[in-house]
């Protein structure tokens, strides 16, 4: 049901993506137990866009219920913390802080596209608290993660950071 989701929500059927990782949820068969974190997750990131509420909710419920996190793509603290950054307010923002502290604490997925994803986040924060020597840090550090090549050679896009071209100029000129 998990995969049959994945698949929906990929051809844009996001509402019956969710009725199929909502099912994962409810379900008590063993198989479906042991997808129940990536079903979480996949239901977060499908309401990012649309309902921050739901996706928040479905990250903190991910985070409290499967800290482990294995079977997912182990970057919930990540999401959760772009959504809480999206807040603007200062709670936010220190949990928004704490969470990317909990993630490089699990010291799992360093890939370069995972991390970039980390510094756009702490730039973020840095911004909002006025810390202009970490904003600087962060993007010079996010900008030598978009250099970098594939991870591993026989799958050229795997953990490659995809930015765009005004990504880049604005990391550019925060750098400096």
Do not use: C
């Not at 997750?41 to 866009?49: N, P, T, W």
């Amino acid at each position: 049901m998990r995969i049959k989701g994945l698949a929906l929500h990929k051809a844009g059927e996001r509402r019956g993506a969710r009725e199929l990782w909502e099912r994962v949820l409810q379900s008590t068969e063993e198989l479906a137990t042991t997808q129940q974190a990536s079903a979480l997750e996949h239901l977060g990131d499908s309401y990012v866009g649309d309902n921050a509420a739901a996706a928040e909710d479905y990250y903190r419920r991910l985070l409290e219920e499967h800290p482990t996190l294995n079977g997912t793509s182990h970057t919930a603290e990540i999401s959760l913390a772009e959504l809480l950054i999206g807040k603007g307010n200062r709670d936010s923002m220190e949990e928004a802080l704490a969470l990317l502290n909990s993630f490089l604490e699990r010291g799992t997925s360093q890939f370069p596209s995972v991390l970039f994803r980390w510094h756009l986040a702490l730039i973020s924060i840095a911004q909002a608290t006025g810390e202009k020597k970490t904003v600087q840090r962060a993007a010079r550090t996010a900008l030598d993660l978009a250099s970098r090549g594939p991870v591993f050679p026989r799958h050229k896009d795997v953990g490659v950071v995809d930015a765009d071209a005004k990504t880049l100029r604005r990391l550019r000129k925060l750098a400096k």
